[in-house]
């Protein structure tokens, strides 16, 4: 069974740093492209940010220049490296990653629980 647990998430005030993690657990070959979305209320999840396992990043045009996504590819896990926090940048925040596990040895798109980011004074 394979699983992605997010971790890092809280309330921060505007202007703040969070740092969001993501570890994928669980029997697999590979991991390729990882990557962050977000849901904010009353809103349809978007993308953040991804990375593939090379290591080449793309961001969301909102994102970029703030955010930082990074991977360990040693240690399965994911970052993602929020500063110059906005309100607008509150919502629950999702972990994806494409997984070939060793029961199917298929590449599957696999979601975390998501956690919570609020950006409130």
């Known amino acids: 069974q394979v699983r992605l647990v997010e971790s890092g998430g809280g309330l921060v005030q505007p202007g703040g740093s969070l740092r969001l993690s993501c570890a994928a657990s669980g029997s697999f070959f590979t991991i390729n492209a990882m990557g962050w979305y977000r849901q904010a209320p009353g809103k349809q999840r978007e993308l953040v940010a991804v990375?593939?396992?090379?290591?080449?990043?793309n961001y969301a045009d909102s994102m970029k220049g703030r955010f930082t996504i990074s991977r360990d590819n040693a240690k399965n896990t994911v970052y993602l490296q929020m500063n110059s926090l906005k309100p607008d940048d509150t919502g629950v925040y999702y972990c994806?990653?494409?997984?070939?596990?060793?029961?199917?040895?298929?590449?599957?798109?696999?979601w975390g629980q998501g956690t919570q980011v609020t950006v409130s004074s």
């Open positions: 994806n990653a494409d997984i070939r596990t060793t029961d199917t040895r298929l590449m599957r798109n696999y």
């Open positions: 990375i593939t396992s090379g290591g080449r990043t």
